[in-house]
Structure formats: structure tokens, C-alpha cells
């Protein structure tokens, strides 16, 4: 299990570490500056946050609600301090209240956002949960992903935190348990483990 | 402060009215994440002291004019529930509250990184419930925790403990009667790692050496203040799940 860590707190005598995501370097040593698990390697320490806005980044693909359509643009809502600008060609039949799957194509040096390929996604479920547990929602190489979906439920996860879920009412609520245990349970080992137990229901999802 | 009155605020012993000995805080207790729809919030009790303190953002900076290009504008509000004193606290911003804000926005200031998030706007919202001296000091503290527990990077904590002067002693972190009855009141907040002070104003009157005496104490709060927001934070995400 690692450790965590609060903002100011001392992760390395010296400044020999590499200080990566959520640290920075003083006189004296590396320090965090987010709340999040240390993760301390032999030339390199970093911090995963465990809590948090969603950070866009390019590149990513996210979950995004249509705000308002203006002139030939639409502004989305990905769940950050900055709503997204998707560019429309007139050939997205797009409006105010659509759920979309979008890429991040850039983001600019004071976070203006700009989209581009949107999917719409039609009826289904939207999820929200906190953006920084979705690396364990995904899994490695997508292991949990196709753990989740295994059930046949249509799944979209976005880096946002926002899932789409979509198929018949009792898999879509076994999914929805399945991702608030994930949400919870984040921080621990053995995760992917504890959530195959779950959907084969030898554990009902009370144990800790 | 600087009531009369005839109450000994200090015995033979050199015990205050509560017991404590000079240099004792009252016992401090914070809880991180209590608040389901904020981003980070944080609960916290020092005596009969009681504080809610609850973060929102970085978010879409509103009004607009507030928004910089430069980094994330803070907006402190403190504010005392009506219920929180004896008698009843007339609803809304007053002088005192306004001043509070504003000075614990640029403590906060200090140590947020908000280059990071420019154009936006980070809301910090402390209500107190039961207000027994000492309230700015604890209003901080439980700040402190909250944007911690929204993820909001910060170079480090800031903690934060009043010393004053009550019959002839320095002594650490007025209570009530204290604060009314004694001579002096300093709140002080410090950057824990660095000793770095981002407030300190000073009600009542100190000679310059009992002045230092009474901010090297407040430090000593400081400090004690600082392990017990350590402690509420880690103990969020200790064993096995989040409570």
C-alpha cells in the first residue's frame, strides 16, 4: 500500500530525485503539492492525486454535454474548470443538451480547450464519478474495461470521469454497483480481483 | 477585549479558567470530505469552536471581471451562522466578516498554486456554527483542509493559532472570557514547512518583547494546529475504503 501524502510534506532528503507529477523542488529536498498516493521509484518521486478536477489534456477523449450552439460552434461541458469548443461543419446535426464522445485536439497555454470528432451518443446512462479513479475504471491495457464489459452492456469511458452505459435495466445496474466499488475502493491493491468477484456474484459488494 | 471585569483569568497555579495550563491549546479535531457536493470540505472542532469549511472549483470564474489571465482568483467568504453566538448574529456580511475574508484569502494566496489554473476562480466558503473565540484561526485551519481535500495543488498547508494576553500572561489560544476579559488577542498563521507567516494582526496591546513571546507560542500553535490537519487528511484514505 503507499502512502499518503498532503500537500507540503517531504518526500526525499536532497534534490537528487527527479520530482515528477504533483511534486516540486525547494532548497532542500522535493515536495508535494497535491493530496495523492507517493509513488517513490530509485531516480524519481511523484504523487497520484486522489482527488481533484479533471485536467484536460490533448489527446484525450472525453465525455462532454452540448452547452449552447453558437454561430457554427458548439460549447461543451467536460466536467473541468474550462468548457470545450467543438467546431461544427453543419454536418453534425448537434444541439444544446447532446451527450458527446469527443477528442481534446489542443489545449492552449491558458487552458482554452479545443475539440474535434464528436460522436453523439444516444439513450443509455451518464455517470459521473471523479475523473482521477478513471486510470482503474480503464485498468491495465484496458484489463478492468473488458472485465466490465463483459456483461455485454455498451460501456464509454471518458478521461473526464463520465461514463456512458448503455443496455438492459438489471446489467446497467450491476455496472453502475461495479463503478461506485471502483470509485471506492481506488486506492487498493487486489482491485481488479475484487470487482471480478463482484460481477460473478460470489461477493455482493459490502465487503471492504 | 479589554472588558472590565473581576474575573481572575489566571489562578495561583498558573491554571486558566478552563484548566489549561499557559502554553495548552484546547483540544482540535478535523474531519476531511464531509460535504458530498462540494469538491473538498473539511469539519472541524477546537473547544467550542465549530467549522464547516467547503471548496468549489477551479471553476468558470464568475463575474467574469474577477477572472485573470494570470492564474485562479480565490474568493474567501467567512461567515457566522446567526445560531452561532449567544444573543443572535444579525444574517450577512458585516465589517468583521469582510475583513476576515480578505485577509485569509491572501494567507491562502500564498500557497495555492493558481498559476495553474488560469481564467477560473476557486470558491472557499467557511461557515461557523459555534463561534467561542478564536473563530479566523479555526476558519483557516478547516480551509486549509478543504481545498487539500479538492485536490487543488499547494506548496504546503497553512495552519493557523492565536496567542494572546490574558491577566499578565502570554498565554496560547484565547478562549471566550479570555479573548473578552484579557488585554490582548494575536491570531497568526504560518506556512508550516517554511515558517513563513501569511497572517498576523495583533487587538489589544503588547509590549515588543511580550509581542515576541506571544508570536513564538503562536508558532508553537501553528505547528500543533498543522499535525492534526495531517492527521485528518491521511486518515481519509487509511485501510481499506474511503470513511
Redesign the interface.
Known sequence: MRE?V?????LSEGTKLHAGQ?T?KADDGV?A?????MNKREDAVSVV?????YMPREGDKVIGVIEAIRFEAAFVDIRS???GYLPLDGRDRLKAGDVVLVDIASVN???KVDLERPMKLYEGKLMDIPS?KIPRVVGHKGSMLELLRKSGVTLFVGRNGRVYIKGDTETVKKTEEALNMIV??A??DGLTDKIKDFLEGESNGNE? | MGMKSDIKLIDAKGKRLDGRAIDEMRPLKIEAGVLEQA??SAYLEWGNNKVIAAVY????CLPRHKAS?YG?TLMYRYNMAPFSVDDRKRPGRDRRSTEISKISEEALNK?V?TER????MININVEVLQADAGTRCAALTAASVAL??????????VASCAAGKAGDHIVLDLGKLEDNFGKADVPMAI???TGEIVLLQMDGDLSPKEFKTAMTLATKGCMMAYEE??KA??A???????K
Not at chain 1, 492525486?49 to 478536477?53: I, T
Not at chain 2, 487539500?148 to 498547508?157: E, R, T, Y
Open positions: 499518503v498532503i500537500p507540503g510534506e517531504k504533483g516540486y515536495y503539492n497535491t493530496y495523492g498516493l492525486p486522489l482527488e481533484g478536477k474548470a474550462y468548457n497555454e491558458i487552458n482521477v471506492e475502493l486506492h487498493t471492504k | 469538491d473538498g472549483g477551479p471553476r468558470e489571465p485562479s500557497v498554486l489554473f488560469p481564467n477560473s487539500a481535500d479538492a485536490g487543488i495543488p499547494m506548496k504546503d498547508m506556512v508550516p514547512h490537519q495531517k487528511l491521511k481519509k484514505y487509511k485501510g481499506g475504503g474511503k
